[in-house]
């Protein structure tokens, strides 16, 4: 009977709550992008489960913090939706057409518990150049 605790306590603890913050400054061709969305995600062999979402701010500014119960702890990224270096053309009449950059967060920022020790600093990232090649 002890046995059977140790083993749930063991796979109860497994699956505790993990978490992971991030912040950056996001520019389109040196300049603030405001407005941008980024969502944060911990990564999955299927499909990804969202933790946060969020917009930037008029100077680019994002932070996004998120937790996750996951059995072996989580691995997390974050993806900025954009509409750096499409003609205004295409942005007005094609609202939908948007780049996708995508970064992984190292483990060493994912904590256990429901807050995060320490965020993630992306520092800043030039959208142009996501999408180039760059």
Known sequence: MLFVG????????????????????????????????????????LLDDKLASGKSDSQGRFRLQGSQSEFGGIKTKFNVYHKCGTLPFTRRFIPTCTFKASFDIPSRYVAGGNSPRETYNAQTLELLSSHQGH
């Open 6 to 45: 140790v083993a749930l306590l063991g796979l109860f603890g497994a699956c505790m709550a993990d978490s992971v913050a991030v912040e950056g400054v996001l520019t389109c061709d040196g300049r603030p992008a405001s407005g941008v969305l980024v969502k944060l995600y911990e990564k999955d062999t």
